[in-house]
């Protein structure tokens, strides 16, 4: 059974930073597409970043510049470094895991999600 586990959320002010983390279990995490969304209050949820199985990463245009997605496959674990947050970054974020085949991204399995906020 595939569980993922995201870390890391909080509060932080506007220009401040965050470093998400997603442990992954009982997938062969090497060898899939890790990515994050996000889930704003009212909103629908977005992809924020993705990264293919051998680390090369694509950005929402929203993002790009100020967050960076890495992996550990040592580690089965995603990253989401978040610099310059901006209050419209406050969300839900999930990752999530599976295949990346064009514009279908990773979304086979989820995590439950953690919270963002940013103050203004």
């Known amino acids: 059974q595939v569980q993922l586990v995201e870390s890391g959320g909080g509060l932080v002010q506007a220009g401040g930073s965050l470093r998400l983390s997603c442990a992954a279990s009982?997938?062969?995490?090497?060898?899939?597409?890790m990515a994050w969304y996000r889930q704003p209050p009212g909103k629908q949820r977005e992809l924020v970043a993705a990264?293919?199985?051998?680390?090369?990463?694509g950005y929402a245009d929203s993002v790009k510049g100020r967050f960076t997605i890495s992996r550990d496959n040592a580690k089965n674990t995603v990253y989401l470094q978040m610099n310059n947050l901006k209050p419209e970054d406050t969300a839900t974020y999930y990752c999530?895991?599976?295949?990346?085949?064009?514009?279908?991204?990773?979304?086979?399995?989820w995590g439950q999600g953690t919270q963002v906020t940013v103050s203004s």
């Open positions: 990264i293919t199985r051998g680390g090369s990463p």
């Open positions: 999530a895991e599976g295949r990346w085949v064009g514009r279908s991204y990773p979304n086979d399995y």
């Open positions: 009982g997938s062969i995490f090497s060898i899939n597409a």
